[in-house]
T-cell receptor, first 118, second 107 residues
Framework: NAGVMQNPRHLVRRRGQEARLRCSPMKGHSHVYWYRQLPEEGLKFMVYLQKENIIDESGMPKERFSAEFPKEGPSILRIQQVVRGDSAAYFC????????????????FGEGSRLTVL | GEDVEQSLFLSVREGDSSVINCTYT??????LYWYKQEPGAGLQLLTYIFSNMDMKQDQRLTVLLNKKDKHLSLRIADTQTGDSAIYFCAESIDMRFGAGTRLTVKP
C-alpha cells in the first residue's frame, strides 16, 4: 500500500542548472498538487493537475517553472535555470477524483524533495 | 496561504492544553482540515470537520468551528512532547494552507 512517492528526496544543483522533481501519486489517485515550503515558512500552493490537464496553476511562477502529469508515469515539476531562491522543500500531494464517494478532500502527502541551489 | 491565517508559534508545557487558531475567508468550503507536519516529513491529516458542524472531538483533539467569524481552532489536551510539530489548517474549496503554527512542547 504505497503512499505518495517523491524523488529525489534531496537534490543539489548549481545556479543555472535544471531541476526535475518527480511524484507518483497513490494508487487510484488521479489528482496531484505541488506545494513549496521555504525554510521557516508555510506551505505555498503551486499547481493542481489531473492526468494530461493543468487545472489550476495560479501559484506557479510565470517563468522557469512548469509542471506536467502525463497519461503514463509520474507528475514532474521542472525548474529551469535555478537560482538560490529556489532552494526549498517541494511537496507533492494526491487525491482521488473529487466528488467521488472515497474523496473526503483529504490530501495525501509525499515526504518531499529538498532542493538546494549552490 | 493568503486566505488562511494562523499565528506562527506556540509554546506550552507538557501536560497543558494547546489551542491553535486559524481564520479563513472562503465560507463555501465543505470541509476544514488540520494537518500535522513533523520535522523532515510531509503533512499528515490530523482531523477534519464538516462545515455544518460546530465541534468535533477525537480523543485528545477538539476542533471548534465558528462559521460566523470564519474561525477554526484545534485544542490538544494533555499536550505531550511528541505533539511538537507544525500544524496547518486548510479549507477544501481550493486546498490552500495557512502558514502553519509551530508548536513547541517543553518538558
Amino acid at each position: 500500500n504505497a503512499g505518495v512517492m517523491q524523488n529525489p528526496r534531496h537534490l543539489v544543483r548549481r545556479r543555472g542548472q535544471e531541476a526535475r522533481l518527480r511524484c507518483s501519486p497513490m494508487k487510484g489517485h488521479s489528482h496531484v498538487y505541488w506545494y513549496r515550503q521555504l525554510p521557516e515558512e508555510g506551505l505555498k500552493f503551486m499547481v493542481y493537475l489531473q492526468k494530461e490537464n493543468i487545472i489550476d496553476e495560479s501559484g506557479m511562477p510565470k517563468e522557469r517553472f512548469s509542471a506536467e502529469f502525463p497519461k503514463e508515469g509520474p507528475s514532474i515539476l521542472r525548474i529551469q535555470q535555478v537560482v538560490r531562491g529556489d532552494s526549498a522543500a517541494y511537496f507533492c500531494a494526491s487525491s482521488p477524483e473529487p466528488g467521488t464517494a472515497k474523496n473526503t478532500g483529504e490530501l495525501f502527502f509525499g515526504e518531499g524533495s529538498r532542493l538546494t541551489v549552490l | 496561504g493568503e486566505d488562511v491565517e494562523q499565528s506562527l508559534f506556540l509554546s506550552v508545557r507538557e501536560g497543558d492544553s494547546s489551542v491553535i487558531n486559524c481564520t479563513y475567508t472562503d465560507s463555501s468550503s465543505t470541509y476544514l482540515y488540520w494537518y500535522k507536519q513533523e520535522p523532515g516529513a510531509g503533512l499528515q491529516l490530523l482531523t477534519y470537520i464538516f462545515s455544518n458542524m460546530d465541534m468535533k472531538q477525537d480523543q485528545r483533539l477538539t476542533v471548534l468551528l465558528n462559521k460566523k467569524d470564519k474561525h477554526l481552532s484545534l485544542r490538544i489536551a494533555d499536550t505531550q512532547t511528541g505533539d511538537s510539530a507544525i500544524y496547518f489548517c486548510a479549507e477544501s474549496i481550493d486546498m490552500r494552507f495557512g502558514a502553519g503554527t509551530r508548536l513547541t512542547v517543553k518538558p
